[in-house]
Nanobody
Framework: QVQLVESGGGLVQAGGSLRLSCAAS????????MGWYRQAPGEQRELVAT???????NYADSVKGRFTISRDNAKNTVSLQMNSLKPEDTAVYYC??????????????WGQGTQVTVSS
């Protein structure tokens, strides 16, 4: 079983910064990808940024140049540095991981979500 635990959400004024972190724990063979998604009220969950092992980061157009995703493979963590935040960035942010288990099957795992609120 894999658990993803997020931290770092909160309330910030427009133009400010926040850093989200997510740590994966449990028993597994390999983490293939980690990333962040978000869901605003009344909206569908959308990709923010992802990192596949050995590939460049992939960002939503709306966050390019403002957000930076990074992974620490040794610690099984992923972080999202969010700068120049805008009110439209307000959402619940979810950590995501694609994990190969010990039976060599791939599963998608989600964190519980952390609220990010940007005031204007």
């Amino acid at each position: 079983q894999v658990q993803l635990v997020e931290s770092g959400g909160g309330l910030v004024q427009a133009g400010g910064s926040l850093r989200l972190s997510c740590a994966a724990s449990g028993t597994f063979f390999r983490i293939n990808a980690m990333g962040w998604y978000r869901q605003a009220p009344g909206e569908q969950r959308e990709l923010v940024a992802t990192l596949l092992s050995g590939r460049p980061a992939n960002y939503a157009d709306s966050v390019k140049g403002r957000f930076t995703i990074s992974r620490d493979n040794a610690k099984n963590t992923v972080s999202l540095q969010m700068n120049s935040l805008k009110p439209e960035d307000t959402a619940v942010y979810y950590c995501n991981a694609v994990v190969t288990n010990t039976q060599l099957r791939d599963f998608v795992h989600w964190g519980q979500g952390t609220q990010v609120t940007v005031s204007s």
